[in-house]
């Protein structure tokens, strides 16, 4: 059975980087044909993706986060990772990583955790 | 790019159909047949329920389709239940190379 486990820090100060990873259980990201996304959503507002990558390394990102954001695979852990640098109180939100296709949608999602920015 | 535009809430009785809709322009919505939906419960991880426009993901009932015309994405919900109450979320591709969501639409079930 398939499952996606987001862990990292709650809290980050202002300016700092977020750092976050997604454990996958049930599946080798190696072994898929499919890709790994991380989505966010601040509390009370709608979703926004921030990107997603190939095992491969294949990487795709959202233009508005671009400039700060890194996405990566380590098949060894069946992991994949989310940094997301220079960080504001706009980037307080729940964090999401999620298996599907690219552009067709997103199956599996983890439970999602919490990632507060502040001083 | 901005969000897609969504009505802020919709309603309707147990057993009626609701439609939601999801405008975009012709550089996403209406460009490309990656029109996904997705249903959120409170406290909950978002649930894949149409991608590809109209195609249901296994174990997501047939009360649930969507469709498409020019711009505007469409999910019908027939034969409401009080489960239904939730948020729903389109989703797009866009160029170049991203993907956009709409900003929520809250359906109550009366």
């Known amino acids: 059975q398939l499952q996606l486990q987001e862990s990292g820090p709650g809290l980050v100060k202002p300016s700092e980087t977020l750092s976050l990873t997604c454990t996958v259980s049930g599946d080798s990201i190696s072994g898929s044909s499919y890709y790994w996304g991380w989505i966010r959503q601040p509390p009370g507002k709608g979703l926004e993706w921030i990107g997603s990558i190939y095992y491969r390394g294949s990487t795709y990102y959202n233009p508005s986060v671009k400039s700060r954001v890194t996405i990566s695979v380590d098949t060894s852990w069946n992991q994949f990772s989310l940094r997301l640098s220079s960080v504001t109180a706009a980037d307080t939100a729940v964090y999401y990583c999620?298996?599907?296709?690219?552009?067709?949608?997103?199956?599996?999602w983890g439970q999602g955790t919490l990632v507060t920015v502040s001083s | 790019q901005s969000a897609l535009t969504q009505p802020r809430s919709v309603s309707g009785s147990p057993g009626q159909s609701v439609t939601i809709s999801c405008t975009g322009t012709?550089?996403?919505?209406?460009?490309?047949?990656?029109v996904s939906w997705y249903q959120e419960h409170p406290g909950k991880a978002p649930k894949l329920m149409i991608y590809d426009v109209n195609k249901r993901p296994s174990g997501v009932p047939d009360r649930f389709s969507g469709s498409k015309s020019g711009n505007t994405a469409s999910l019908t919900i027939s034969g409401l239940q009080a489960d239904d109450e939730a948020d729903y979320y389109c989703?797009?591709?866009?160029?170049?190379?991203?993907?956009?969501f709409g900003g929520g639409t809250k359906l109550t079930v009366l």
């Open positions: 012709s550089s996403d919505v209406g460009g490309y047949n990656y």
């Open positions: 989703c797009s591709y866009a160029v170049t190379y991203t993907l956009l």
């Open positions: 999620a298996r599907g296709d690219l552009w067709s949608g997103y199956y599996f």
